[in-house]
């Protein structure tokens, strides 16, 4: 009874560590975008005065040009006519690395 209970929650805890790497992965890069105030004008799953991060994943999903590295610059230079008329203004606060990071989260969320 004991060993099966103890089996049990060895499962547990291994299954779950991944998932608990990956959500303290999710909070930091959240914590960035909040601190670079992208959450002023995106959500993850909803549109606001920007597209959701969701929707750029599921644009650039299928497209095999878009790279970690080109949305990383648009990320940093700013720009329009992508989503709408408005405009996204350029993010000199955000280095590449950062911006890399991000893009990087943006494209291969739920992967
Ligand atoms: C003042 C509002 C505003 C802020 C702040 C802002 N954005 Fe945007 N963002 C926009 C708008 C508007 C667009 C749509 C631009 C377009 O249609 O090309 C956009 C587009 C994007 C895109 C899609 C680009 C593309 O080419 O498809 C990404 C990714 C993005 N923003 C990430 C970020 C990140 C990361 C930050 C924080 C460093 C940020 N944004 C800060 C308004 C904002």
Not at 12 to 30: G, R
Not at 70 to 75: D, N, P, Q, V
Request: with cysteine.
């Amino acid at each position: 009874m004991m060993i099966r209970l103890f089996f049990r929650l060895a499962f547990l805890f291994f299954c779950c560590l991944p998932l608990a790497y990956a959500t303290d992965n999710d909070a930091e890069m959240l914590k960035l975008f909040k601190n670079k105030i992208c959450l002023g004008c995106h959500q993850v799953d909803a549109k606001r005065v920007g597209p959701s991060f969701n929707m750029v994943r599921e644009k650039y999903q299928q497209d095999s040009e878009m790279t970690a590295d080109i949305l990383a610059t648009r990320i940093r230079s700013g720009g329009s006519g992508v989503w709408g008329a408005l405009r996204m203004p350029p993010q000199p606060k955000v280095s590449q690395e950062e911006a890399f990071l991000m893009a990087q989260w943006i494209l291969g969320k739920g992967e």
